[in-house]
């Protein structure tokens, strides 16, 4: 499965997207304006755009070992996160926004 998103700066989201996810890519650039990373079984498609799609909002959701300790981390590298929310008997999850305004998340199960 690939999961695409828009960007407004491909250089300046390579290097967010690097950091957030601890990524070396990207792994394929399949045109100009457009990389990839592989991230275990999904692909995680960034395409620059100069203007900002309209359209509803959707929310990208990362599973990750320990919600807590990546909270944690994202805070050490300064990005700006919503609070670690706890759904008893299921997940640990928060949200964040990358640079363009995509809604990401990362959860561990529990």
Do not use: C
């Amino acid at each position: 499965m690939t999961v695409g998103l828009p960007v407004s700066d491909i250089a300046r989201a390579v290097d967010w997207y690097r950091r957030v996810f601890e990524l070396t890519g990207p792994d394929l650039q399949p045109a100009g304006g457009v990389v990839e990373f592989q991230m275990g079984p999904l692909w995680l498609q960034l395409g620059e755009e100069p203007t900002k799609r309209s359209g509803a909002e959707v929310i990208t959701r990362f599973g990750v070992e320990d919600a807590a300790a990546e909270h944690q981390r994202l805070i050490n590298l300064g990005i700006d996160v919503g609070p670690l929310e706890h759904a008893p008997g299921a997940v640990n999850y928060f949200d964040f926004l990358d640079p363009d305004g995509n809604a990401l998340s990362f959860y561990s199960e529990l």
